[in-house]
Structure formats: structure tokens, C-alpha cells
């Protein structure tokens, strides 16, 4: 089980850090801030069917983010979803260990909808301490 999602920020607004379009089903990943942070990360993943404009349950969905390294291996991190209030809402958590452009795998295979996308998502330095 996953902790409780609260988001610290200007409220508890989502606010969207990416959007892929695959055929018919838009995926939006979703979070407290614009960019997801180095250490832990709490978000919101969605896949809407484009053609219906409403959530689209998608089974058991997977997240993965891979950061290229230049000096060795890339950084690898998988998210961990649980279902969220609705059907096609995903709540998730990953930590990410360095800031950089990292990039994100969302897979998925359901009764309805079997897909994949890549897209880039920018991991900023975490601020240290709180003024």
C-alpha cells in the first residue's frame, strides 16, 4: 500500500508535467510541481481515451525513468501505482537519485487498451532544508 497521497505546494493542484498521445488514449502525468524532484516523487498517472474524452481503466500500468550516465550504467527507477479514486487513475511514487533529464516508459495492457510511450521528464535538484 502505498502512503497517503498528499501534495505539498500552492494546494493540492495537480498540476501536469507531460501529456502523450498513443492512437486513441492520451496519458497525463500529473504532480504537485511542474517537474519531479531528486528523492521521492508522489504523482497522478491518467490515460483518457481521446475519442470518448473520459478515464479508461488499463489494468496493472508500469513507469519506468532511465537516465543516461556518462560516466557509468544509467540510473534506473520504477514507480510503484496502486489505483487511485477512479478507474484510469493511477496514484504512484518513485525516487529518483540526480537531477538531469531523465526518461520516462509508461506501459500498459488492459481488457480495453494495450500500449506504450516514452517522453522526457526534467528531475530538478531537491531545495534543502525549508525556510
Known amino acids: 500500500m502505498l502512503p497517503s497521497m498528499t501534495f505539498v505546494g500552492s494546494g493540492s493542484t495537480l498540476r501536469g508535467i507531460r501529456t502523450s498521445n498513443v492512437s486513441d488514449v492520451v496519458v497525463t502525468l500529473l504532480g504537485a510541481m511542474d517537474a519531479w524532484t531528486t528523492g521521492d516523487n508522489t504523482f497522478v ?72 510511450t516514452t517522453f522526457p521528464v526534467s528531475v530538478q535538484a531537491a531545495a534543502k532544508g525549508g525556510h
Not at 501505482?81 to 533529464?101: C, K, M, N, S, W
Request: proline share 6%; aromatic share 6%.
Open 45 to 116: 498517472l491518467e490515460f483518457d481515451s481521446a475519442p470518448r474524452k473520459r478515464l479508461i481503466d488499463v489494468g496493472a500500468p508500469t513507469l519506468t525513468a532511465t537516465s543516461p550516465s556518462a560516466t557509468s550504467r544509467a540510473s534506473r527507477a520504477s514507480a510503484r501505482l496502486e489505483r487511485g479514486d477512479v478507474p484510469g487513475r493511477y496514484l504512484g511514487t518513485i525516487r529518483l537519485l540526480h537531477a538531469g533529464e531523465w526518461s520516462v516508459t509508461v506501459a500498459w495492457s488492459g481488457a480495453g487498451s494495450k500500449g506504450s
